[in-house]
């Protein structure tokens, strides 16, 4: 069973002042796909509190999702965070979002989400909005599992 983590990076949600509704998408979608959500932070766009819960749930977890701050606001912050604890980048993971997105609008473009390991835990930067978050989970959750497993050391060979 891969166990997950979800953060969501929204300073109005974490002030009380708006509801998060992309973690929803996430567990929903996860669950969907036999993968139980164990943690779930809701924070502002802080680089030391984000990098603090990265670093946690990459030891307690097997899969990290982060929602929101991947956009070109003054406050977005979470890909320049997560590339910080990163030992390995899976470029075509948030290029496979992007791509996936493009084919509904214009500005999947803008985002600048990454995707990768530290340990054994694969941590993937999603959009802040539930229908990005939608797409972009259906773009790559098919892929999970085989990511988790290789990057929990599995032997089996990739080409099966």
């Not at 948030?94 to 996936?100: G, L, Q, V």
């Not at 539930?130 to 972009?136: I, L, N, S, Y």
């Amino acid at each position: 069973m891969i166990k997950a983590a979800i953060i969501t990076l929204s300073d109005k949600g974490a002030a009380g002042q708006r509801q998060d509704t992309s973690a929803d998408v996430i567990k929903e979608m996860l669950g969907q796909a036999g993968i139980e959500t164990h943690y779930y932070e809701l924070i502002p766009d802080e680089k030391d509190i984000l990098r603090e819960q990265l670093l946690k749930y990459a030891m307690l977890a097997d899969l990290v999702i982060t929602t929101g701050g991947t956009g070109l606001g003054p406050r977005d912050i979470t890909p320049e965070v997560t590339r910080e604890i990163l030992e390995k980048e899976i470029p075509g993971i948030p290029e496979a979002i992007r791509a996936h997105g493009l084919l509904k609008t214009k500005r999947a473009m803008l985002s600048r989400a990454v995707a990768g390991t530290r340990g054994c835990c694969l941590i993937i930067n999603l959009p802040g909005s539930p229908t990005a978050v939608r797409e972009g989970l259906e773009a790559v959750l098919d892929v999970i599992p085989h990511a988790v497993e290789k990057a929990g050391g599995s032997g089996e060979d990739c080409a099966a």
